[in-house]
């Protein structure tokens, strides 16, 4: 009997340490966005207007997205998307994973931060499906940078997606038009440690906020216009 259950707890040792070395990326993941984050929004004349970020529905951001290669450049990323409840408050995050070639030769690869307001569900509900093309299957612009909109942004403003990066220090819109954007489920599920629907996560609301996304969960609450 003794032998029986120091298996029984050897087993429940092992499988809890393979959980936390399994959703260690995502943890680290979410660390990161929440750094790229708070770093882009330190000055507000160069990070996301305000009022757009108000206005958005969700937010995903991957940082470290990787572009360029040898002959025709690709890109290749993992992130995370996060939505608002309808109390304002931010959902838990899902993870996402976006890829796709670009036109032109290109020689090296460099890394970006990329950050995607989506201003209405209707994006995120073609994401949830399936994996969808940016700026095919959901219009996209590259989102303008300052503390407000202006009045010559308002052509963006019908955009599905505003598409933003960070490289070398500079935050500006970029277009992200031709790659794919997917649900992650195998991420999701390292995370969370068993299977979770995208859809009961960002627009059911079912999941509950886990301890290490509270950070970016409040990064984004302070900087609402309506939350200050």
Do not use: H
Not at 4 to 32: H, I, N, P, W
Not at 39 to 54: A, V
């Amino acid at each position: 009997m003794k032998s029986f259950l120091a298996s029984v707890l050897l087993l429940l040792f092992v499988s809890s340490a393979v959980l936390t070395a399994d959703r260690g990326d995502e943890v680290k993941r979410l660390g990161r966005a929440t750094e790229v984050f708070q770093e882009i929004m330190k000055t507000p004349d160069k990070g996301i207007p305000g009022d757009l970020l108000d206005k958005s529905a969700c937010i995903a951001i991957v940082p470290g997205l990787k572009k360029g290669g040898l002959g025709l450049g690709g890109k290749y990323g993992k992130g995370l998307i996060m939505c608002r409840k309808p109390d304002r408050n931010w959902t838990a995050p899902s993870f996402i994973t976006i890829e796709g070639g670009s036109i032109g030769f290109q020689i090296g690869f460099t890394q970006i931060d990329v950050v995607m307001l989506f201003m209405n569900q209707k994006g995120v509900e073609k994401l949830i499906g399936d994996k969808f093309t940016i700026g095919a299957d959901a219009s996209a612009a590259a989102g303008p940078v300052g503390r407000q909109t202006a009045a010559q942004t308002n052509i963006r403003l019908d955009a599905e997606i505003l598409t933003y990066s960070r490289a070398k220090g500079l935050f500006a819109g970029i277009s992200l038009d031709g790659a794919t954007l997917r649900s992650d489920k195998d991420d999701n599920r390292d995370f969370y440690g068993k299977d979770v629907d995208a859809r009961n996560i960002l627009l059911d609301g079912t999941v509950e906020m886990p301890a290490e996304a509270r950070p970016l969960a409040s990064a984004l609450s302070w900087q609402s216009p309506k939350k200050k």
